[in-house]
């Protein structure tokens, strides 16, 4: 990875459907090199897809979330990570240092939908406890 090829990536992750031409334009470097470097960082994994960011809000996910859970043992790690997997509701998982094991990152319609989600969550075998924060505002978010 070099110069070039991380600003092919900050063009990218501002529009992941930026043509090459345009790119190559924006930093100097001819069509066929930044095609090049593209597909390079695809094969190294670098880059590992290409997505759409909505608003949540616009598709009635207008409450968003972080819960912290604590598991009562490790054994429970795979159940546990299995069912939160499934549940589409919950966009982001993390494993953790410190008090708790989990941070999860949950979006809802409403009050009554995270509810019902976090009856879910504590209903879960191994769950030994929770702790939830409901954001007022996104400050950043990068994609």
């Known amino acids: 990875m070099d110069k ?4 092919i990536l900050e063009c990218l992750r501002h529009n992941s459907r930026e043509k090459a031409s345009a790119i190559s334009r924006k930093i100097n470097l001819s069509v066929s090199a930044v095609l090049e470097r593209i597909h390079k960082m695809e094969s190294q994994g670098v880059i590992r897809g290409y997505t759409v960011v909505t608003s949540k809000k616009l598709l009635g996910l207008g409450m968003l979330a972080v819960m912290e859970v604590s598991l009562e043992h490790p054994k429970y790690y795979d159940s546990f990570t299995g069912l939160i997997n499934s ?17 999860l990152k949950i979006y809802a319609q409403d009050s009554d939908d995270l509810e019902g989600i976090h009856k879910r969550i504590k209903s879960i075998h191994g769950v030994s406890s929770t702790r939830t924060y409901i954001t007022l505002k996104t400050v950043k978010e990068e994609f």
């Open 4 to 7: 070039l090829d991380y600003e």
């Open 87 to 103: 549940m589409p509701e919950i966009v982001s998982c993390y494993y953790m240092t410190g008090d708790f094991d989990f941070i």
